[in-house]
């Protein structure tokens, strides 16, 4: 994509953390802001922060786990920001427990916000865009966790959860690139934000929460605002996977030696 000023993107929780970030960057590039998110007020506290950057900014209440809500948000933010043309879909909760004592209700929370809010983002706003056909960009917020999960800790369905979203926005690049739509699959490693705490966000419906433990190295972590810059230049550059943290290589590395390592068996 070439240049970022004058355009619309979305952030699906871009009220605090990694999203907030994005949004903040975003602005100081010259694009007009519309977040999504479940906490209304915190979002139109970083839209105030948006607005002070000297751009057009919009919150929204949104679930996005909800394809109505994120639909009605499209056409919402298309007739008051302008065409969206950077898409992040963003938002993410994680949870602790082991993968037997899980509950159904585990489950379908946190594959309704981590895989299908990506979905529903994508149903939204995709068709607008290829109607238009101009270049535009769609980032997703996966995790390392889906492409190197930590065998250690109870963090087993937002693994399976981040795996399902890297799968997806792998081969959605594949599928809108005859569309000159650029994906990139973003993979974080820790980064400091209440992630920890995510079942804040949890609605009632799908029972109690648990906060996940703080990891003991979050002091080595990135903080947020460092995530953003490394965005905007993977979307001006259609990188198809941003990594962002120091043990990336490793990691993956590490992963595949353990897939690999049967293979070698047969
Ligand atoms: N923090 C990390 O270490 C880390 C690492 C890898 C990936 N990620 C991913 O980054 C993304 C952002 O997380 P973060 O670390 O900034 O956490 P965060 O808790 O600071 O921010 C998450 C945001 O999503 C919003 N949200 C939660 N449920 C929602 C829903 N159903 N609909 C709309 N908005 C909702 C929250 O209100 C919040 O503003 C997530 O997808 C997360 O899985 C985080």
């Not at 997703?140 to 997806?168: E, H």
């Not at 947020?224 to 043990?247: F, H, K, M, N, S």
Request: charged share 25%; with cysteine.
């Amino acid at each position: 994509m070439d240049g970022l000023a004058g355009r619309v993107a979305v952030v699906t929780g871009g009220a605090e953390g990694i999203g907030r970030g994005i949004a903040l960057t975003l602005a100081a590039e010259g694009v007009r802001v519309a977040i999504a998110d479940i906490d209304l007020r915190t979002a139109e506290l970083a839209v105030g922060e948006l607005r002070d950057a000297g751009v057009e900014a919009l919150a929204v209440r949104v679930d996005v786990s909800d394809p109505a809500a994120m639909r009605a948000f499209a056409e919402r933010v298309e007739r008051d920001l302008g065409p969206v043309s950077v898409l992040c879909n963003n938002a993410g909760v994680m949870l602790d427990g082991t993968l037997v004592e899980s509950t159904p209700e585990d489950w379908q929370w946190v594959l309704s916000v981590n895989l299908m809010g990506i979905v529903h983002g994508v149903s939204a706003f995709v068709p607008r865009m290829r109607e238009r056909g101009e270049p535009a960009h769609i980032v997703n917020t996966c995790s390392m966790a889906g492409l190197a999960p930590r065998l250690a800790g109870g963090l087993g369905i937002y693994s399976a959860s981040k795996a399902a979203a890297v799968a997806y926005s792998e081969m959605l690049r594949a599928e809108l690139a005859p569309s000159g739509i650029g994906v990139t699959t973003l993979c974080p490693s820790t980064v400091n934000t209440r992630i920890w705490s995510a079942s804040r966000n949890r609605p009632t419906e799908f029972g109690e929460g648990r906060p996940v433990p703080v990891p003991e190295r979050i002091s080595a972590a990135l903080e947020p605002e460092q995530i953003g810059p490394l965005v905007v230049r993977a979307i001006l550059e259609d990188r198809a996977y941003l990594y962002t943290g120091a043990d990336m290589r490793s990691r993956i590395e590490e992963r595949t030696a353990r897939v690999l390592a049967d293979i070698e068996h047969e």
